[in-house]
T-cell receptor, first 113, second 113 residues
Framework: AQSVTQLDSQVPVFEEAPVELRCNYS??????LFWYVQYPNQGLQLLLK??????LVKGINGFEAEFNKSQTSFHLRKPSVHISDTAEYFC???????????FGKGTRLHILP | DGGITQSPKYLFRKEGQNVTLSCEQN?????MYWYRQDPGQGLRLIYY???????QKGDIAEGYSVSREKKESFPLTVTSAQKNPTAFYLC????????????FGPGTRLTVL
């Protein structure tokens, strides 16, 4: 069965600094990978997804992620964070587009002034 | 505006009472989902429905029930059999065959006293 591990439960970073949120997945077959964002007291919103093709995926709000099959990773990056990026970020995986999504436990991003 | 609505935003119930959480979508999506979110646990799938009048158990279905009589509605009942019902509940929907891209409602925070 597939699973996803988010290595950091919380990440503090200064405003305008770069950030990387780490995600590793476990699966013996090809997978689809996603990052969702949850702003305080709201539902989740899709940031970006990797289905196939280019391993560098660009999403909304200046975020991007790189699929690395050899390291089974899908880390999320942003070159310069803003206070409005304060949220919880979830990595997710699925084996097929019609199946269940397995979510990681989330990483809280704290932006320091 | 198209989207998913969940009501109420906050709900309080006494222990031993059943309670029904509402989820309505006007996106014309075939599939709908219910998740439970607890601090540090990420999202866990309770039930999902890929078509009207059909639904499947997710990973933590015990103590919950659902119905899908209309395409736009997918209510969740938290029964007295659910041993730890206090949580944040999220409803989502997606197009058929695109479970990877789910649209989430704002959530209902249930507190059982």
């Amino acid at each position: 069965a597939q699973s996803v591990t988010q290595l950091d439960s919380q990440v503090p970073v200064f405003e305008e600094a770069p950030v990387e949120l780490r995600c590793n997945y476990s699966s013996s077959v090809s997978v689809y990978l996603f990052w969702y964002v949850q702003y305080p007291n709201q539902g989740l919103q899709l940031l970006l997804k990797y289905l196939s093709g280019s391993t560098l995926v660009k999403g909304i709000n200046g975020f991007e992620a790189e699929f690395n099959k050899s390291q089974t990773s899908f880390h999320l990056r942003k070159p310069s964070v803003h206070i409005s990026d304060t949220a919880e970020y979830f990595c997710a995986v699925t084996l097929n587009r019609d199946g269940k999504i397995i979510f990681g436990k989330g990483t809280r991003l704290h932006i320091l002034p | 505006d198209g989207g998913i609505t969940q009501s109420p935003k906050y709900l309080f119930r006494k222990e031993g009472q059943n309670v029904t959480l509402s989820c309505e979508q006007n996106l014309n999506h075939d599939a709908m989902y219910w998740y439970r979110q607890d601090p540090g646990q990420g999202l866990r799938l309770i039930y999902y429905s890929q078509i009207v009048n059909d639904f499947q158990k997710g990973d933590i279905a015990e103590g919950y029930s659902v119905s899908r009589e209309k395409k736009e509605s997918f209510p969740l009942t938290v029964t007295s059999a659910q041993k730890n019902p206090t949580a944040f509940y999220l409803c989502a929907s997606s197009r058929a065959g695109e479970a990877d891209t789910q649209y989430f409602g704002p959530g209902t925070r249930l507190t059982v006293l």
